[in-house]
DNA sequence: TAGGCCCTGGACAACGTTGTCAGGTGAATG
DNA sequence: CATTCACCTGACAACGTTGTCCAGGGCCTA
């Protein structure tokens, strides 16, 4: 174990590890052998791994997956970057990406993006940098050139919930046009004509989709939407309130109010929960307990666990060499009916 | 720029990333001085500093992370395991954590152990092994000295919401004991003498933690617990379903539930919703429209965003060199009254 | 004009691992 | 007994980056 002069490795001090020339010393073994025991490679005899794994054993010696991944290339690692983490509808989706990274054996690194184009930018770069092998997005920008090195370069990319903008990619969406056109339309059918539209940022995929589902729905029934029915924002609760207050107590206020997404429901359902006049409403997503409130929440529900199995599924089969074109793939939306959506105009 | 006779390197292929010694060679300058540029060392004149973003530019380079971690040391990257990222209960926490990290310049690696030891320390290792600086966890398990030697090597680590088992760590939780005695007594004071308690796995030290607590309660107020009073089990909505129905259909029932987490108060409140009698509750952990269902839901909140701050912080005090012995904080929890736990005995 | 200093730039080793390849040992075979 | 062969084992280079150190050139001063 010639070290060299300058810089003598005396005790292992406290904060360093052991590495393999450190094990292999001790074992009195080539480095070369410990590693292959490390990676149960075969060629080594019995006793020889024996003596190894008690080095190991004795020395606490753990691999140093950054050398391996240097070596290797591949560093068995994706990221996730979803709009925000605390969020409950990214949880499930966080989860089932989880679990498919997990069942290729590969970890998930993951980050929030805040709605924020730039952060989202510096996150993606930052995992590129660590060289992730792939990356799943919800994108909160609309120009992801700033990828396209990256992925000429072999990180595989998957856009999740939204689009990807001004670049192809693998992409997997929840039909938001089409799951907003039915809750409309779900309400029209129960009588209403005066409907109103709150939803989030119109820059946001998603959002505007859902928009156009919402006129398509009032075009299809021949209904004008009249100046007043449209709120378009941010889903800050205070922003939400006032929305919906407006279009309540407009001199011919909305019978019914179709909720852009879960944010905007629960705060929709906390309005109108104050209120004595029964007021229609159907949200986009899901929320927990919608079912227990009285009257029950009727949601169009788009299943995020779904979303982020699928893409994971998309981006690992990237990995294992796929090459074709990027795909689109859209799920659908599922109305659950539960009675806020069927309540009938009372004026 | 002489090359390996062995594996001259032709056209960059696809898939392969230009490195410092491409950019360098097509700007013209030497290695280190493409590092200096990149990492913004000073000691480079304008000119060449140009040249070479040029390059960079050109070639699409981005420095490879997993090389400049193998040479110091720092990964800038923490890991946190976590029980079920698509629990809502861990969503704030989890970007809590991801906040504190982002301030300090570190990306955040994730994992569910699926309250698993076993699946805990699998995940765990893999950290480990790819250097994390610090780790965060959840624990499933109860003996956790395979730590040791990660955390003698360097390995910042910090509990959070239940202790370590067997090892001595720095720590950060709810009161349990303190919040669940609160809500019980709460019940009392309503008028309550014969009280249930649902919780999760009797193994996990916050279910445990909440049935003393619980227990404290009915002993100062000189109750004594009847058999069939106390169910703890899995969370799963079919066993506290049952749980919940026993308890009501036995011959003496109790008129009154306290559940052990927010899983168990979602299904206690579907359960009773579906019944005549009145039965108070009161829930550990807030809930979502808590407050809009009927009765509102009476809980005692923890603040799952400060747990996840300050173990986050904590984690890097530690890491800035902070050498104390292990700390443990206890959080307070909130008792929130909305009045299903304000309803009094009907029998 | 000579001496010395500062500033810029580059050669080189090292981080810890794995792939390649060659050497060495023992058993089986002619 | 010599030879072949299979099987272990280890020396060495390479992955892409950064820290150390030295060389050379320009500029200021005496």
């Known amino acids: 174990m010639a070290e060299s002069p300058r810089r003598p490795r005396p005790e292992p001090r406290y904060g360093t590890r052991p590495t393999m020339k450190d094990v292999a010393a001790r074992a009195g073994v080539g480095l070369k052998t410990v590693s292959r025991v490390v990676n149960g490679e075969p060629g080594v005899t019995p006793d020889t791994e024996r003596r190894v794994q008690e080095a190991i054993e004795a020395l606490g010696f753990r691999r140093n997956d950054s050398a391996r991944v240097l070596r290797k290339g591949r560093t068995a690692s994706i990221g996730l970057v979803i709009?925000?983490?605390?969020?409950?509808?990214?949880?499930?989706?966080?989860?089932?990406?989880?679990?498919?990274?997990?069942?290729?054996?590969?970890?998930?690194?993951?980050?929030?993006?805040?709605?924020?184009?730039?952060?989202?930018?510096?996150?993606?770069?930052?995992?590129?940098?660590?060289?992730?092998?792939?990356?799943?997005?919800?994108?909160?920008?609309?120009?992801?050139?700033?990828?396209?090195?990256?992925?000429?370069?072999?990180?595989?990319?998957?856009?999740?919930?939204?689009?990807?903008?001004?670049?192809?990619?693998?992409?997997?969406?929840?039909?938001?046009?089409?799951?907003?056109?039915?809750?409309?339309?779900?309400?029209?059918?129960?009588?209403?004509?005066?409907?109103?539209?709150?939803?989030?940022?119109?820059?946001?995929?998603?959002?505007?989709?859902?928009?156009?589902?919402?006129?398509?729905?009032?075009?299809?029934?021949?209904?004008?939407?009249?100046?007043?029915?449209?709120?378009?924002?941010t889903t800050d609760p205070d922003r939400v309130r006032e929305a919906v207050v407006t279009m309540l107590d407009a001199p011919d206020p909305v019978t019914a109010i179709f909720a852009g997404n879960n944010r905007v429901t629960v705060t929709a359902v906390r309005v109108l929960a104050g209120r004595s006049r029964s007021v229609a409403l159907v949200g986009f997503d899901d929320i927990e307990l919608a079912d227990l409130l009285d009257p029950g929440v009727t949601v169009v529900a788009q299943d995020a666990a779904a979303l982020g199995r699928t893409a994971a599924e998309r981006l690992f089969h990237r990995l294992d060499g796929a090459a074709e074109a990027p795909s689109r793939v859209v799920l659908p939306t599922r109305l659950i009916t539960r009675g806020s959506g069927e309540l009938t105009p009372s004026d």
Request: hydrophobic share 40%; aromatic share 6%.
């Open 83 to 233: 709009e925000d983490l605390a969020d409950p509808f990214y949880g499930p989706l966080n989860r089932a990406v989880e679990e498919v990274a997990r069942s290729h054996g590969a970890l998930l690194i993951n980050g929030s993006s805040a709605e924020d184009p730039e952060r989202e930018q510096e996150l993606v770069l930052a995992l590129c940098a660590r060289r992730v092998d792939g990356l799943i997005v919800v994108p909160a920008g609309h120009d992801h050139r700033y990828l396209e090195p990256e992925i000429k370069a072999g990180v595989a990319t998957v856009f999740v919930d939204r689009p990807a903008g001004r670049i192809e990619a693998d992409t997997v969406l929840s039909d938001s046009f089409g799951g907003s056109r039915d809750g409309t339309a779900h309400l029209v059918a129960h009588g209403h004509r005066r409907i109103g539209f709150i939803g989030d940022q119109s820059t946001i995929h998603t959002a505007a989709e859902r928009l156009r589902g919402y006129r398509a729905a009032m075009a299809d029934a021949g209904l004008v939407i009249e100046p007043g029915w449209i709120s378009l924002g």
